[in-house]
């Protein structure tokens, strides 16, 4: 245990994600009985990563005699906006109540449907229409997918806590205490989820109120079991254990009175002691429950992810034409700014209802008169630079290395600029802007960069670097303000807003471009959600209730 209270890192500890339930109807099924309507049952399928095997996560209640199920059985599934959580239904007429789905599928099948947990979380009021098929020849019907969040997933718990009469565990002095919090998990072991401060030299702490969220200290489950262990501090890292105690998310809610007094208990001391009692008590001193917005409620509410891809044309890149350039297109296999566009891309249009994606070149000079831009519309139309889908993007990207010759400088300034001018016309709420740079070196226009940077942090806008190549980036962790926010002339940027990983981090070795591509997209997109949240959270805007859907998601108007 002592080794893990060390390692507690708040930035990188993964909270349980937020609870979705998926709500399943459908209409106009397939009639396979022949005296009866069918008795439809929907069994959803989730996809493993790397594996790219189905597997089964559950399935709803049978209904008898309908052709237009609603059915009561929900899935609840955990989501992670980072994740291309890829979802089957299949629907099934049941004669029998086997177990066994396989036996009947030749000629009980009654159709399937593909899609994302993001897609549908995405569509207009959290509601998917899709067509069934896989039936030859056949109307199968359609899927209604309904997502809704989990109410206690949004749930922010502040409380206060203090000790008395702590065992005394320092030399010269008493005790340095401080509090550690973990959840259980499902297989008995636990997870470290918060930390209190460190309160020097007395028995008695009081430590200041803490805030975390509820499904980090319960995942959703308020009788599970909460441990909490009380350690002296220790300058050498090695802290003196004190004691223990366990409590639950309900009786932590109950707030403060007499069951919320709690012994500290010291199991060596215990066994080893005939006459001891504890090692002090800790009590608490208040607790309060305040529900949060979340970015599905964002989501939910009509809000868009406005995708902007740029991608690097300066000369360190290599000859297109050569095996050796990092632009190489090989028929083969896809190249690094192929792959990072890819992954990043796939996973934020699920939550952009026109799929149309502006892309950008930097670095090049471009026909006919050579001209160096650092800010060209890949599909060289300036007025309309907008893609349709990533796939537009993709062919943009191969028919620009074509046409353009790569130069440089490498300026990120003026892209940034051009996505926060557009992010500047629209700070409501209703549109939130991802700008994805994709480059092999080291910027050239640092100072500018910075500023850009620094004034599109008050902006409805988040910056995604990938650096591509073998090429050093430390320069990139200055503009990546997890550890010092960004700053330009005196002014420190508002929120931090980029987010740099270099790509060969997460290059599978066995040459898996898939996982390869997954990892990625987990790192750089995990902290958009609460970037985007602190945007809104800084303008005191509120997610608008959840739109409801149009009978037929309007999700192709541009296409």
Known sequence: MMASIGEFDPLNTRVPATKIEVTVSCRSLLDVDTFSKS??????????????????????????????????????????????????????????????????????????????????IGSTGGRLERTLSGIPGKKCGVIILAAEELSNCRDIATMQLCANKLDKKDFFGKSDPFLVFYRSNEDGTFTICHK????????????QPFTIPVRALCNGDYDRTVKVDVYDWDRDGSHDFIGEFTTSYRELSRGQNQFNVYEVLNPKKKGKKKKYINSGTVTLLSFKVESEYTFVDFIRGGTQLNFTVAIDFTASNGNPSQPTSLHYMSPYQMNAYAMALKAVGEIIQDYDSDKLFPAYGFGAKLPPDGKISHAFPLNGDSDQPNCVGIEGVLEAYFQSLRTVQL?????????????????????????????????????????????????????????????????????????????????????????????????????????????SMARLAKDVLAEIPDQLLSFMKSRGIEPRPALSSSPLPNLHRHI
């Open 407 to 515: 130069y440089g400088p490498t300026n990120f300034a003026p892209v940034i600029n051009k996505v926060a001018n557009c992010a500047a016309e629209i700070t409501d709420g209703s549109q939130y802007f991802v700008l994805l740079m994709i480059t092999d070196g080291v910027i050239s226009d640092m100072v500018q960069t910075k500023e850009a940077v620094v004034n599109a942090a008050s902006l409805p806008l988040s910056i995604i670097i990938v650096g591509v190549g073998p090429a050093e980036f430390d320069a990139m962790e200055e503009l990546d303000g997890d550890e010092v926010r960004v700053s330009s002339r005196g002014r420190l940027a508002e929120r931090d807003i980029v987010q740099f990983v270099p790509f060969r981090d997460y290059i599978d070795r066995s040459g898996n471009q898939v996982l």
């Open 196 to 207: 209190t401060e460190v309160i020097k030299n007395t028995l008695n702490p009081v430590w």
């Open 39 to 120: 008795d439809p049952v929907v069994v959803l399928y989730v996809q493993g990563v790397g594996t790219k095997e189905w597997r089964e996560f559950g399935r709803t209640e049978v209904i008898d005699n309908t052709r237009n199920p609603d059915f009561v059985r929900k899935f609840v599934l955990d989501f992670f906006f980072e994740e291309k959580q890829n979802l089957r239904f299949d629907v099934y007429n049941v004669d029998s109540r086997s177990c066994n789905i396989s036996k009947h599928v030749s000629t009980d099948f009654l159709g399937q449907t593909f899609c994302t947990l993001g897609e549908i």
